[in-house]
């Protein structure tokens, strides 16, 4: 990994660098990781609020604790849900951080991979602005890429990537077949990771 790529603070927090600038929202939705617990796994996920707007501001409101009974676009519905990812990356591929990677974000819900449950306790959230049917930009895709090659260099426990769907398959779609994990496979490989991609694209 070049030294100018972008890596992140003693308290888990990406700076940005040269080919990555990361903006820094402190969600109150988190907290700690079970002891000696480290990243592991990322957990891809798609959303969009409401589904299908981009460019909103209701994903940030969402993981700021700031919906409310009176928030529009049938949001109140979700006024008090206690929901965050450690990162959000827009469809201009700006990213934004709202979880250290140290502590753990509310993002997977009841999940399992591989056997192992809570995957909340063990992974890094990444939430790509989108929904299921339509595709992720490539601006998105860029952006993903670098800050796996930063998780990547910041956390060798990291030995996987998957979608929520995959992890919770009774209850998400999330990132959707728009997602197109062929596409990462070649980020992963531009950045020399060798993280396994579950499931293995085609
Ligand atoms: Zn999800």
Redesign the pocket.
């Known amino acids: 990994m070049p030294e100018s790529a972008a890596c992140f603070s003693d308290q888990g927090w990406l700076y940005s660098g040269p080919d990555l600038s990361c903006r820094w929202r402190h969600s109150p939705h988190h907290n700690a990781r079970p002891q000696g617990c480290g990243p592991q796994l990322v957990?891809i996920?798609?959303?969009s609020l409401p589904a299908g707007d981009f460019g909103g501001p209701w994903v940030d409101t969402l993981f700021m604790h700031g919906l409310t009974a009176n928030s529009p676009h049938g949001l109140s519905d979700l006024a008090g849900l206690e929901v965050s990812a450690h990162f959000f990356i827009n469809r201009e591929g700006l990213l934004t951080q709202y979880v250290s990677i140290h502590d753990r974000a509310w993002?997977?819900g009841v999940s399992v991979f591989e056997g192992r449950h809570n995957c909340n306790d063990f992974s890094i959230?990444i939430?790509l602005e989108g929904t299921d049917s339509i595709p992720y930009t490539a601006a998105q895709m860029l952006t993903l890429g670098r800050t796996c090659q930063a998780l990547a260099h910041d956390s060798p426990g990291i030995t996987a990537v998957t979608g929520?769907s995959m992890i919770?398959p009774d209850r998400?779609t999330?990132?959707g077949p728009a997602f197109d994990w062929k596409s990462l496979a070649d980020q992963l490989r531009l950045h020399g990771i060798s993280w396994r991609i579950v499931p293995t694209p085609a």
């Open positions: 957990v996920h798609g959303i993002h997977a959230g939430e929520h919770a998400k999330d990132p």
